[in-house]
């Protein structure tokens, strides 16, 4: 018996991996991230396979279906939103798994801030602009450490992918302006790559009323960043020096 945790990607089906769309085939026991997870993919489990939406669950619950997979020694996919590594909870999971003795493995996948830029048509890297990548998010229930408070994060001016924080977004344009000033652009992707995907693009002084204009108030990705000016020096990589 083992336990796989898998990305199911950032919600178009076709964006899980071929990896754990096999191993969905085959799970007789599945924890889902809830309507976060494109319920087509759960046709693709073996009819009878037990299913629990973990929006509902929390550690407790989990570990009790972890104990049942065992027993019955069954394999469990337990199916993760974007990528389990990045705000997926997954370690505390694991430790449990530890504890009781079962085997896992984890399928990285899709995340959303990838299909964001992906949906953007956007390389977050680029030469002369940046070649660094800050992953954060504003504080909500689990607290930020303070060296990691955003205005710390924005002072080298990096691209900014910033998650499960757009009901802040105010609160977000009024840290950055100092760093990156009133005329940086800022995209807003809803539901990335869903047939729902709503893209809100504009500067950091005007994107708030914007993005309340089209009543997005979660489910959506905040890139910040002078990338999104497109306006940048050839790459070394492809010019003809290189060769």
Request: net charge neutral; proline share 5%; charged share 25%.
């Amino acid at each position: 018996m083992k336990v796989y945790f898998v990305g199911a990607g950032p919600g178009d089906k076709d964006l899980i991996t071929v990896k754990g769309f096999n191993l969905l085939k085959c799970a007789e026991y599945c924890i889902f991230a809830g309507s976060l997870v494109n319920e087509e993919l759960l046709s693709a489990l073996p009819s009878g396979a037990k299913k629990y939406d973990s929006s509902k669950m929390n550690l407790e619950n989990m570990t009790k279906v972890f104990k049942e997979a065992k027993i019955a020694n069954k394999d469990l996919v337990r199916l993760h939103s974007g990528d389990p590594a990045i705000y997926g909870a997954i370690q505390e999971q694991m430790r449990v798994l530890d504890e009781l003795g079962i085997l896992y493995e984890i399928i990285p996948g899709v995340s959303s801030f990838v299909a964001a830029s992906a949906a953007l048509k956007q390389e977050l890297t680029l030469p002369g602009v940046t070649q660094t990548i800050v992953i954060t998010r504003m504080e909500g229930n689990t607290p930020m450490p303070e060296k990691e408070h955003l205005s710390k994060l924005a002072a080298s001016t990096p691209t900014l992918c910033i998650f499960l924080s757009i009901e802040k977004l105010s609160e977000i344009v009024k840290i950055l302006i100092p760093h990156y000033g009133n005329e940086c652009p800022i995209a807003v992707v809803y539901k990335a790559s869903w047939p729902q995907q709503k893209i809100v693009r504009s500067c950091l002084s005007h994107i708030d009323k914007l993005v309340k204009d089209e009543a997005i108030t979660k489910t959506a990705m905040i890139i910040v960043g002078h990338v999104l000016n497109k306006e940048f020096e050839r790459s070394i990589l492809y010019s003809e020096n290189a060769r």
